[in-house]
């Protein structure tokens, strides 16, 4: 059994626990490691290129096309030093994330989710966290947005298994941010005029520190 569940991990097929989410957290730096090292670093598109405006095509076909994807999606998270990255972000249009980020206990959670869909929650879930948020496509930028400290997604994995993903604190606004992207929104999308306008202004006086798409 144990021999099998091993194998299944490094095929890309995560376990679940007894109710049903999966299990992130088991041999995330070699499970990364695999992913990034196949893959190739690509730019990252930022704030006005028409991909990250609108909501990403779903993803019909589990195949060796969107292995090689997910592949080059951990490499760019790397490079860029994130803890998230949408297809979009790196010009693919389709509903695609990849994560690799540590909760607020600092339990590291890895893994893939495409065309997610984030679950509402129950009243007594709903506690807000006003933490602040940035964004590799807006780079050098960041602002407290308001979002629940818990979230789901559900979804599939690269493989076509259907998935649900739970999150808490600094992982939760991780799932939120990621499938916004999906949808077409920023995080500042989400926020006040005043607070939108202050984000531009801190990504203009700011210079990225990985490769980004020019807009035209």
């Known amino acids: 059994m144990a021999q099998q569940e091993t194998e299944k991990q490094h095929a890309g097929v995560l376990p679940v626990d007894d109710e049903g989410f999966v299990i992130d957290t088991e041999d995330c730096e070699a499970r990364e490691a695999a992913y990034r090292e196949r893959g190739t670093s690509r730019p990252i598109t930022v704030v006005g290129n028409p991909v ?49 980020c540590p909760d607020d206990e600092g339990v590291r959670h890895t893994g893939v989710v495409c065309n997610p869909v984030l679950q509402e929650l129950p009243a007594d879930r709903r506690r807000l966290d006003d933490s602040n948020e940035g964004c590799l496509s807006v780079p050098t930028a960041y602002a407290e947005l308001a979002r629940p400290d818990y979230a789901v997604v559900t979804g599939r994995d690269e493989k076509g298994n259907e998935i649900t993903v739970r999150g808490t604190g600094y992982f939760a606004r991780c799932l939120q941010h990621e499938t916004d992207h999906l949808y077409g929104y920023l995080y500042i999308d989400r926020l006040s005029k005043r607070e939108r306008k202050n984000a531009l202004k801190q990504m203009e006086e700011g210079t990225p520190r990985y490769a980004t798409v020019p807009n035209e």
């Open 52 to 100: 990250l405006h609108k909501e990403c095509k779903d993803v019909t076909e589990f195949g060796p096309e969107l292995e090689k994807l997910v592949d080059d999606m951990f490499a760019s998270q790397r490079t860029a030093e994130g803890v998230g990255l949408a297809a979009n972000q790196i010009g693919v249009d389709l509903k695609v994330f990849v994560y690799d």
